[in-house]
């Protein structure tokens, strides 16, 4: 009888067993066919899965009508259009509605017994009827099913590229995720990789100390929160209220376009860090990572184990604590654990208590503002506890790859060759100072460059024995190149180029994004090293300064103060300077031996223009030697014209004072990666191909636009050059420009007067070789929203500054030029633009102000109203005139 009974039982159990995975398969199939539905109906189908690549998007199409509602077929790509310029309204899209949904009349008014209405059985009637009858039998989109759908639609450039403006917009990201159709988890590392984030810690009365780490290799607590069971109230919301109080960083219920029907959110892992900026109103006095695991934990077993383990806190929501209850386990399992928990009770009013790292909190009849402050009161009690029976953990990033059950991004062959060729070129700067790569690697850009651009500018500017000193100075020039030529291609250059010959197209990306995130990395780390030390020095400068007794030691502090200056410009280290030694190679080779003496260098120019034709930033102007290297330069553009013919482009520059936003301005607008952050990123000038869109492409007479970023003018920095350096850039970026947006910051231009008063004389001077050119004032970071309407005097005032500056030029050059308008096409009543500020609130934590967007699609339909009526100009005159413009500059 036991051995039946036995048997029984465990014949009850497998079939208890056999019916869940039965439900399970079902609940599966139903899963996709829906996952399936919905790609179709965002028109994904064809692209799911990985084969969305960023080219449908970083091309100029026609600006985004913002206030209008989209059709659902047209929703992922709108959301990415949005999210490329920095719109975070991007989640909640207006939809267009079924107009069937909207008949407000269909409904037939009831009537008496007569055939009259009848209000009495009218109001019966309507209070009677199930408000699902009229319902619509297909709910919209749920937003982060768009946002889901998008990501497991693209390829893991356009993934990188998504991760990376859903962090600027303060949003969480994506850390674990379910494949919808084989529920294999993936973390998307590789889409994290350009992520750098900035903050500052501070102890207690001690001075804040900055941190600037890639978000990969940051060692922060991790919190990580999870919901057992069904809630009455959200848990993504209480989140938010710890992170950023007035910006939805995880996507809630509560949140416009929120349906209780979404297919890719459960059993996501979203993460985001919290970075204090070193005031005493920080909610946190260090980073800390925070992570949200979407749906019920106790059904997603193996994301909420991964999560639980890497955890310094872990945070549960539930209902209350019942023995019966399936979370039970769970709670009890992290009760042993010798890590920090907090048990979060919703149906529980009771007060907070809390033993050895272990703490729990009713939150029935409690506000959630009272709740947010008490749970942060916790959170960081916990974090900073010395007692010994908590355990004390840190997470980073690069460690989720530990887990075998977890597939990463990075796995796949070609981004493991293209960080292996990668790896190779960083290691040869083991135990070396990043200060000295450049000298020691990149020879040919060294002191020799710099002698000979000097030596070339005065060649164009010689007086006295002109034929005398000509044929001295192109003796000198030729000398100089010479012995570019007898160094030797360092073993940087050797791997650099071999790798970018043989390595396939996708390897090849792959590898110039790895070498770039790998010196970036090296660079940030020295620079950051180099500025506290530069801090330190300097208080300690100051204090010398400010005390009656001078010390002798003054003398010797400012000295190494400006050697720490000195230092920290040389610490600056990336892709574009290997790019650079690349062109210098080349301009060596090529001056000496011309076409008799063949060698890898004369594969350069095609390399280059691959590049750029795949739209990488290539540098024009060399910010160091203030310099064009103009063989390079014709020879690049002459690849170009080879592989897609003599196109015409149109040529738009920026121009602006330093941190002005002229580079965050490119890359909103048009998608670029020019490099953004706090001071002088920009050195030189850079220019980035964007093809047209076909739609756009109707209305033009040309088939690329050519961006021209620029480093800041008045940088503090070149502080013994600057109104040279300034005027000579500036004349360069209006000249080679069809368009030059002059971007000041604030509603006063005094500052930029004096650059465009040169920038007039030098437009006289090559007005018969020179294009057609217009500019735009774009005014960034003005409050008011009256600011065009307060500033009609203002900009009078303008006008009658530019056309004075035109006459004064006009009288030197002996033109007849009258007003700002013979020289440069500019419309005082158009061309001057007024943006918001960038961000809503205060850095680190704020997100962009949707202002800005706003104010970029504007700009952007100008840009593009004025460009229809410009022919742009061919890459074969463009050469000649960048030629022209530098000898005459």
């Known amino acids: 009888m036991k051995t039946v009974g036995t048997s029984a039982k465990s014949s009850g159990q497998n079939g208890e067993k056999s019916q869940k995975d039965l439900d399970k398969i079902v609940q599966n199939s139903k899963h996709q066919r829906e996952t399936q539905i919905l790609l179709t109906r965002l028109q994904l189908q064809d692209e799911y899965p990985r084969k969305m690549s960023p080219g449908k998007f970083l091309q100029v199409g026609p600006p985004l009508k913002l206030h209008q509602d989209t059709s659902e077929k047209d929703l992922a790509y709108s959301f990415l259009h949005r999210l490329i310029m920095l719109d975070y309204r991007t989640r909640y899209i207006p939809v267009e509605q079924d107009s069937n949904c909207l008949d407000v009349t269909c409904s037939k008014p009831v009537l008496d017994s007569d055939g009259n209405d009848s209000d009495e059985s009218d109001m019966e009637s309507f209070l009677s009827a199930s408000v699902g009858t009229n319902q619509p039998s297909q709910t919209h989109v749920h937003p982060m099913d768009v946002q889901m759908a998008v990501f497991h639609s693209s390829d893991n450039v356009l993934r990188q590229i998504m991760i990376t403006k859903l962090s600027q917009c303060q949003y969480a990201l994506p850390l674990l995720v379910p494949d919808p159709f084989t529920a294999e988890i993936e973390c998307p590392l590789w889409a994290f990789r350009q992520i750098t984030k900035t ?426 030697a203030g310099h064009v290297p103009l063989r390079w330069i014709s020879s690049v553009f002459d690849q170009v014209i080879r592989k897609l013919g003599d196109l015409r482009v149109f040529v738009l520059s920026v121009l602006g004072l330093q941190s002005s936003g002229k580079s965050t301005l490119m890359n909103s607008m048009f998608g670029l990666q020019f490099a953004v952050s706090a001071g002088r990123c920009t050195k030189g000038a850079f220019m980035q191909l964007v093809k047209i869109s076909e739609e756009v492409k109707k209305d033009i007479k040309f088939d690329y636009l050519l961006v021209v970023d620029t480093e800041g003018l008045r940088a503090l920095e070149l502080e013994s050059t600057t109104l040279q350096h300034d005027n000579e850039l500036a004349t360069f970026v209006v000249g080679v420009g069809n368009m030059t947006l002059i971007n000041i910051f604030g509603e006063n231009p005094a500052e930029m007067q004096d650059i465009l008063q040169i920038v007039v004389q030098a437009s006289m001077r090559m007005k018969k070789i020179r294009l057609s050119p217009s500019c735009v004032f774009v005014h960034q970071n003005v409050t008011d929203v009256a600011a065009a309407e307060k500033n009609m005097d203002g900009r009078r005032r303008l006008q009658e500054k530019l056309d004075q500056m035109t006459q004064l030029a006009a009288k030197e050059e002996d033109c007849n030029s009258n007003c700002f308008g013979d020289v440069i096409t500019f419309n005082i009543e158009t061309d001057v633009k007024y943006f918001a500020q960038l961000w809503e609130g205060s850095p680190p934590m704020a997100p962009p102000n949707p202002g800005y967007s706003e104010s970029i699609q504007e700009l952007k339909a100008h840009i593009l109203s004025k460009a229809s009526t410009s022919n742009g100009i061919s890459l074969s005159h463009l050469k000649v005139h960048i030629q022209d413009l530098h000898c005459k500059n």
């Open 199 to 624: 903050w500052k810690v501070t102890k207690g009365d001690s001075q804040a100390t900055m941190k600037n780490i890639p978000i990969c290799k940051a060692e922060t607590p991790l919190v990580s929160f999870f919901r057992l069971g069904a809630l009455s109230v959200s848990k993504s919301q209480l989140m938010n209220s710890l992170i950023n109080d007035r910006h939805s960083t995880f996507f809630h219920r509560h949140c416009p376009g929120s349906t209780k029907s979404r297919l890719l959110l459960d059993g996501v892992a979203e993460i985001t860090w919290y970075c204090p900026a070193g005031k005493p109103g920080d909610a946190f006095n260090n980073c800390i990572a925070f992570c949200n695991l979407h749906g019920d934990a106790v059904m997603i077993e193996k994301q909420r184990d991964i999560l639980m383990e890497k955890s310094s806190v872990n945070v549960v929501m539930v209902p209350n604590l019942q023995k019966d209850d399936g979370s039970r386990k769970i709670i009890s399992a992290l009760w042993k654990s010798k890590k920090p928990l907090i048990c979060l009770l919703v149906d529980d009013d009771g007060a907070v208590e809390g033993r050895k790292g272990k703490y729990k909190m009713g939150l029935k009849a409690k506000n959630q503002a009272d709740v947010s402050v008490e749970l942060k009161r916790i959170i960081q009690a916990l974090l900073s506890s010395e007692d010994p029976s908590i355990l004390k953990t840190t997470f980073q990033l690069e460690t989720i790859s530990e887990n075998s059950e977890i597939k990463l991004d990075e796995s796949n062959n070609a981004c493991q060759n293209g960080k292996s060729a990668a790896v190779k070129i960083t290691n040869l700067f083991q135990n070396r100072d990043v200060s000295s790569i450049k000298d020691y690697f990149l020879s040919y850009q060294g002191h020799l460059w710099l002698k000979w651009c000097k030596t070339n500018k005065e060649l164009h500017r010689l007086t006295g024995n002109i034929e005398n000193d000509k044929s001295k100075k192109e003796r000198e020039l030729t000398r100089i190149r010479g012995q570019q030529c007898d160094t030797s291609c360092s073993e940087l250059m050797r791997l650099f180029t071999e790798n970018l010959f043989i390595l396939p197209p996708k390897d090849k990306e792959y590898f110039l994004k790895w070498t770039q995130i790998l010196t970036d990395a090296l660079s940030a780390d020295c620079i950051s090293s180099i500025l506290q030390s530069y801090d330190s020095k300097w208080s300690e400068v100051m204090a010398l300064r400010n005390s009656h007794d001078k010390s002798k030691n003054l003398e010797k502090m400012e000295t190494e103060l400006e050697l720490l200056s000195k230092k920290l410009q040389s610490a600056t280290f990336g892709l574009e300077h290997i790019f650079r030694e690349m062109g210098q190679i080349y301009e060596a080779h090529k001056t000496k031996h011309g076409d008799s003496k063949p060698g890898d260098w004369c594969g350069y120019p095609e390399l280059a223009a691959d590049l750029l034709i795949s739209g990488h930033p290539l540098e024009l102007l060399d910010g160091d």
